[in-house]
């Protein structure tokens, strides 16, 4: 059997091309080297599937580029086609979630629309090579089970995020190259002479990123602090544009744990009754005691101006994305369709396309999909 469409990779960017493809009544078939499809899904969103975000996309990706498909499937179309399936969804902040707030309901909603529409799914099967398919195909996919027929092929093979595998190598006989992926939305490992005591603590904060003496990224929301760095929201905003920064040398985290006071005002309110642990976590307030004291600055400077040097981002298995991948320039992101070769698409994180914390990276991962699904031949 020839396929009209095969997809390489099952995660959210696969799955969604694959009922896009089906519902126009193309065979098509997944093809998925995990056990099961959509198996990173389950994780996203601490559990709750952050699915998309309802603020503006400007200067949300690593480029602009990606203007071009969401203005073939803004986020109605990714609304409409959750709808489709009978996913509900709820808005939290311009955080778009599932109404039951398990990332289980999501996958459930994209596995019915599988069997639905009739999309064949082939499990613990990773492709090994793509070629040429001469007479029987326009290409075929090589996998541990055989080789797979297809006129049509979407390469969603993901990112080795999370747990997932590096496939980008598999495009190279079409002439397509990557960037090397790296960690991004990922917690960083960092100096902790500074944060002693505070595994596990949480808080608000204004955190910065400083890379190479200049700041190139602020944001306030929770950081989380680990035995050998910092996590939370706030952190993950700044891994992601930490990723993509791959010609600088050295990077600082600059903590602001107070970014309503003033200098003076810390200041004067550590002369108060509770001193300092009448605003911060006890142990938060002796880090910033002692920082002042090397530093031999003010409490009020040393809490909003702590500086951490930062060693790197963690390992992939904790990274949510990954920034790098297939370079743009050899895709049509109107179409998602190679520039190098014809009937050969491309969508989600295979992509050197990421996005900020928030929702934006399954966002791409929905358009790209659900384009490519659109754009494949009906032969």
């Known amino acids: 059997m020839v396929y009209d469409v095969a997809i390489a990779g099952g995660g959210a960017a696969g799955l969604a091309a694959a009922i896009t493809a089906a519902k126009r009544n193309l065979r098509v078939i997944v093809i998925e080297a995990a056990e099961r499809v959509g198996k990173k899904l389950l994780a996203t ?32 179309c990714i609304l409409a086609f959750f709808a489709d399936l009978g996913l509900a969804v709820r808005e939290e902040d311009g955080r778009l979630y599932p109404y039951s707030n398990q990332a289980s309901s999501v996958l459930n909603a994209l596995r019915g629309g599988l069997a639905e529409y009739n999309a064949d799914v082939l499990c613990s099967a990773p ?58 939305l990922v917690p960083l490992l960092t100096d902790i002479t500074c944060l002693r005591g505070l595994k596990g603590v949480r808080t608000e904060v204004k ?13 306030k929301e929770e950081i989380l602090f680990k035995d050998n760095g910092v996590s939370g929201t706030v952190i993950f905003e700044l891994s992601s544009a930490l990723a993509r920064l791959r010609d600088y040398q050295r990077f600082n985290i600059r903590l602001d744990f107070a970014p309503e006071y003033t200098e003076g005002q810390l200041d004067a309110f550590v002369k108060g009754k509770m001193g300092a642990e009448g605003l911060f976590h006890k142990e938060i307030a002796q880090n910033i005691k002692r920082y002042a004291a090397d530093k031999r600055i003010s409490f009020g400077r040393a809490a909003k101006n702590l500086v951490i040097d930062v060693k790197g981002p963690s390992s992939f298995s904790l990274a949510q994305v990954a920034s790098g991948g297939l370079e743009i320039k050899d895709f049509d992101l109107s179409t998602m369709e190679s520039r190098l070769r014809k009937g050969l698409f491309a969508a989600g ?25 659109n754009s494949v031949y009906d032969v």
């Open 207 to 219: 955190a910065s990123l400083i890379a190479d003496g200049k700041e190139v990224k602020s944001a």
């Open 127 to 184: 492709i090994t090579k793509i070629k040429e398919g001469g007479k029987e195909g326009r290409f075929i996919l090589q996998t541990s089970e055989g080789g797979i027929y297809a006129s049509n092929i979407i390469f969603a093979a993901g990112s080795p995020a999370g747990g997932g595998r590096d496939s980008l190598r598999l495009l190279e006989a079409f002439g397509h190259k990557a960037k090397p992926p790296v960690p991004a």
């Open 45 to 76: 969103g601490n559990g709750r599937c952050n699915l998309a975000s309802t603020l503006p996309i400007k200067n949300r990706y690593n480029t602009d580029e990606v203007e071009a498909t969401f203005a073939k499937v803004p986020l109605s």
């Open 349 to 373: 994180e295979a992509l050197d396309v990421d996005g900020d914390c928030g929702g934006f990276n399954l966002m791409w991962a929905w358009a790209s999909g659900i384009l490519a699904g």
